[in-house]
């Protein structure tokens, strides 16, 4: 009923106003009409999509209108004189590349990474006076922020670090390392193997439940006149700084001409092979098998060892096996299921599959 009212007012108000002032003033009512309108879409949309066109000329406008009719517009005043500004500017500016240096060729960016990566213990300096003797002339800065940007030292490194150490002299190095088993009844065994880091060929070397200096010194005599083991083309022994091995362990090997590096401390990656093999070890037999005691560690380590050298492939070594014969099987059409033998290992834990004669 109010509503109703109000209404009725309202249209009667607007009809005298139109009546009086129908010859001048009927263009002022259309101009409320259309100021309310935006004001409903005001409401609808809190802010408008605006086109290039549509801001040239809502700039040009708010140069004619006064000040104190700007409310009209869908836009704040700032925004209105910034769009002002932004034209003016763009009348007085002549086309160019832009403020500051032309940007760095992509292909010379990718030629200074190449270089920063093949050549690590090179320096900014040094990869600016490679480019200059390719023809490629750039300052010292420019090589520096790009090696910044991607995250690459710009200082040469001197020294080798340990992966890069590992690799080039795996030929040569031999690994040894502790791990521990706890039996059925709680009790905890030590076990003593080595590692050769270019075949991965493990040498189980004992298992103890008092590992002490002498015990591990004599494990050493015992590897060292164990013919199969093949010590004269190892010159570097790796172990970490465990009390355990001694100097007279140290001694063994130097008299067989084996240089012994220990690890820093607290750095199990500087051994990466040893601790991967235990993880192996844990992951595929000892995680599976309760322990009864030592003869018992003993011969599942002894069932699995024989099984990493001689049958398990490598991930390290292309899929290839530790103690490989050297007589590949030849590439052969698929054969019949029957033909494929399995051969268990551990009751049943491992298994091993050839081809039957």
């Given amino acids: 009923m109010v509503l109703s009212f109000l209404y009725l007012l309202a249209r009667r108000v607007l009809g005298l106003l139109v009546l009086r002032y129908r010859s001048e003033r009927s ?17 609808r949309v809190p802010r408008a999509e605006l086109r290039d066109a549509d801001r040239v000329f809502l700039a040009a406008a708010a140069r004619v209108l006064p000040r104190r009719r700007w409310a009209a517009f869908v836009v704040t005043p700032d925004t209105l004189l910034r769009w002002h500004r932004r034209l003016v500017a763009r009348r007085w500016t002549y086309d160019h590349r832009g403020p500051g240096r032309p940007p760095i060729d992509p292909a010379v960016v990718g030629l200074i990474l190449r270089l920063a990566k093949e050549n690590p213990r090179w320096g900014y300096l040094r990869i600016q006076g490679e480019l200059a003797h390719l023809g490629i002339q750039t300052s010292g800065t420019t ?45 905890r065994l030590y076990v003593l193997f080595f590692i050769e880091l270019d075949t991965r060929r493990v ?31 190892r010159k570097f022994l790796i172990r970490d700084r465990d ?26 990656q500087a051994n990466a092979y040893a601790e991967r093999w235990i993880g192996s070890v844990r992951r595929e037999c000892l995680d599976w098998i309760l322990i009864f005691g030592r003869r018992h560690l003993g011969h599942v380590l002894g069932e699995y060892v024989d099984h990493y050298n001689a049958h398990r492939p ?33 009751g049943g834990l491992i298994h091993e599959y050839t081809l039957a004669a």
Avoid at 31 to 40: A, M, Q
Wanted: proline letters at 7%; aromatic letters at 6%.
């Fill in 27 to 43: 263009k002022d009512l259309e101009i409320v009409v259309l100021r309310h309108e935006l004001e409903i879409l005001r409401r």
């Fill in 143 to 187: 090589v520096r922020r790009v090696l910044h940007r991607h995250g690459v030292d710009p200082a040469p490194r001197f020294g080798m670090p340990w992966r890069e150490f590992l690799h080039a002299q795996a030929k040569s190095m031999l690994a040894t390392d502790f791990f521990t088993v706890e039996t059925v009844l709680l009790r």
């Fill in 203 to 233: 040498h189980l070397a004992g298992i103890t439940a008092n590992p002490t200096g002498a015990w591990v010194a004599q494990q050493a005599r015992n590897l060292v006149m164990t013919p199969r083991v093949g010590l004269a083309s």
């Fill in 243 to 268: 009390t355990k091995f001694t100097g007279v362990f140290d001694e063994v090997f130097r008299t067989e001409g084996i240089r012994v590096i220990k690890t820093p401390v607290r750095a199990p």
């Fill in 314 to 346: 490598h991930r390290g070594l292309d899929l290839a096996i530790p103690e490989a014969s050297g007589d590949e099987p030849d590439t052969v059409s698929p054969s019949p299921l029957q033909q494929v033998r399995r051969r268990d290992r551990l």
